[in-house]
């Protein structure tokens, strides 16, 4: 296996070499094991990188290439994702499981290239199959390139990373599985780098600390990579300035607190101007979900920022942040996302001539699997996404027919009040299928997401998109109204991002440029909502030029099994698997 390994390096090396832009290469290994933690007074196992929870940091220079050889030491098959990186002409190497890969075998390794364009700030990486990136995550942190600086006063030398996470005292895989997809766990508690905090039972001792001296600024760096929730952060008697988020640099903005969506990245100044002492760093959900439903986590989990070097000692007992917002506060959340505007003046580059506009409604539906069972999903446009038995790049790229259609619809199949309460059964019913959106080369593209009520549930959908980063142009409350809301778009300094809220029982608009030739995911990132089905693929068509074709497959890629023997989105159980499979 070790010969295996270095021959297949040396031939992927030499294949990254004939496309390799300017910029340093990296080498990274990362092992995939089972490892035990202690957390909330219970034991269990976590598959988790290199033993360690958060897993490794990757440090790159912004035009950097990376190449991770990862070796699955689990019983199950894993993918693992880039989130936010481009991959440009590469979709080979963007990991979402059936989407761009198949899962990586127990036993097996895959050696994936990450390049590195023009992202800069922060970024992770994550497992992209089944609920495995609960343990399967990390920071990405991307410098500015050689003899560049930041677009911001630089900090005082020291900079700090804060991954936020999910803690579940039980296999949260096995959970899934054993439900057959019916329903989806609530964590027990959420995490700072891995810790829950002085507020939850047996983890005093391990809160996590960041020490810091009196009268500096440093640049904290922030990853939502909880599976399910998006979250306020404050740090108490600290303001922290915004400056960027997703790898993009934004106009600093002053703010008591933060609102971070599952997946996204953020970098904020903090300058420690406050009596030295210890200060809470506290994290609780922003709660979006059905009103009825009241079992969702409602841990405050804490860090605490302490002063070194005090001439008094710190107090015993930490500050807590007065300006944290409650868990309903979509308001508060709402007030943060309005303020997100690029650094610099973005109108030469937000597609003006759109050439493909699509209204997609983000949906809980129904699907009927006979006269009297139905059985809730999550939709785009009434579809349900199911996966192929081969990943849909490998059938695109050999024009293997049967896997998917290319009709994924530019909008909902009939319009009417989205947001209304009790709708009837004639808009909650939905299909099954794995339909894509083909894109011609240079496409400029106008997505409106409306968040519908259906099923009276309406929620967040913080909508993501592999191998493009998109401008946030507007959102708003209630219907889209197709008149009089594109009128207050703002087409001047929108924010660039790669995942944006499409709020509760309200509508996102975002723009993009389909210059990235290749098969790309589009999915809430919501674990729940993803692992139900609302997600497409977009398929972007070669240009006319070298330099605008997608890259050919790269040696060893993963071979396909069965997806439904290794719990494709925990659905082989469900009551429509047979009925869907028969189809």
């Known amino acids: 296996m070790a010969v295996v390994s270095w021959c297949f390096i040396v031939i992927l090396l030499s294949w990254t070499m004939l496309c390799l832009a300017e910029g340093k290469l990296h ?97 992770w990486w994550h497992a992209h199959s089944d609920w495995t990136r609960v343990g399967v995550h990390g920071a990405i942190v991307i410098y500015p390139e050689e003899g560049s600086t930041y677009p911001y006063p630089r900090p005082h030398d020291a900079e700090e990373i804060l991954v936020f996470g999910a803690w579940y005292t039980y296999d949260v895989n096995l959970e899934v599985i054993q439900s057959g997809g019916s329903d989806q766990p609530s964590s027990d508690s959420y995490t700072i780098n891995s810790q829950p905090g002085d507020f939850c039972p047996c983890s005093r001792e391990g809160t996590y600390r960041w020490e810091v001296e009196y009268g500096k600024t440093y640049l904290l760096r922030l990853v939502n990579a909880a599976m399910n929730a998006e979250l306020f952060f404050s740090i108490a008697g600290h303001n922290m300035t915004v400056v960027g988020m997703d790898a993009s640099n934004l106009k600093p903005f002053e703010t008591t607190y933060v609102v971070i969506e599952p997946g996204q990245t953020m970098n904020l100044l903090v300058t420690t101007n406050q009596e030295p002492g210890q200060y809470y760093m506290a994290v609780r959900q922003c709660f979006t979900g059905e009103a009825t439903f009241t079992d969702f986590d409602k841990t405050n989990v804490t860090a605490i920022l302490q002063y070194n070097g005090s001439v008094t000692p710190p107090s015993s007992v930490p500050y807590f942040p007065t300006f944290l917002p409650d868990f309903y506060e979509k308001y508060a959340a709402m007030s943060f996302r309005s303020k997100l505007k690029s650094l610099y003046p973005q109108d030469a580059y937000v597609p003006k001539n759109v050439t493909t506009r699509m209204y997609i409604t983000a949906n809980f539906q129904d699907y009927k699997v006979n006269d009297t069972s139905n059985f809730t999903i999550t939709t785009l446009n009434n579809i349900s996404w199911v996966n192929p038995d081969v990943d849909v790049l490998q059938a695109y790229y050999y024009n293997l027919s049967g896997f998917y259609t290319d009709d994924f619809p530019d909008n909902p199949p009939t319009f009417y009040d989205f947001v209304a309460l009790d709708l009837g059964d004639n808009t909650t019913f939905a299909s099954l299928g794995t339909k894509v959106k083909v894109l011609e080369y240079g496409e400029e593209v106008e997505m409106v997401f409306q968040s519908s009520n259906a099923l009276n549930a309406s929620d967040d959908h913080p909508m993501h998109l592999h191998g493009h980063s998109f401008y946030v142009v507007g959102s708003g409350d209630g219907n889209f109204d197709f008149v009089e809301d594109p009128k207050t778009y703002n087409l001047f300094d929108p924010p660039k991002l790669n995942t944006a809220t499409s709020e509760k029982s309200g509508w996102l608009a975002i723009r993009f440029k389909a210059t990235n030739p290749g098969v790309w995911l589009l999915h809430c990132h919501v674990e729940r909502h993803y692992s139900w089905g609302m997600n497409t693929v977009f398929i972007v068509k070669n240009g006319g030029t070298p330099e605008t074709t997608m890259r050919g497959p790269p040696p060893n890629m993963p071979v396909c099994d069965d997806p439904f023997s290794i719990n494709l989105k925990g659905l082989n159980d469900s009551p429509f698997y047979s009925e869907y499979r028969a189809l």
């Not at 035009?63 to 936010?84: E, F, K, R």
């Open 27 to 123: 080498y990274h290994d990362f092992h995939l094991r089972e490892k035990n933690f202690t957390r909330l007074c219970v034991t269990s196992s976590m598959l988790v990188v290199n033993d360690q929870l958060p897993g490794p940091t990757i440090y790159v220079q912004k035009g950097d290439t990376m190449l991770v050889n990862v070796h699955n030491h689990a019983s199950y098959g894993v993918t693992i994702h880039w989130h936010g990186v481009k991959q440009p002409r590469n979709p080979w190497m963007d990991g979402p499981v059936y989407v761009t890969q198949c899962p990586i075998k127990p036993g097996m390794n895959f050696t994936y290239e990450v390049e590195f364009s023009d992202e800069e700030g922060t970024l």
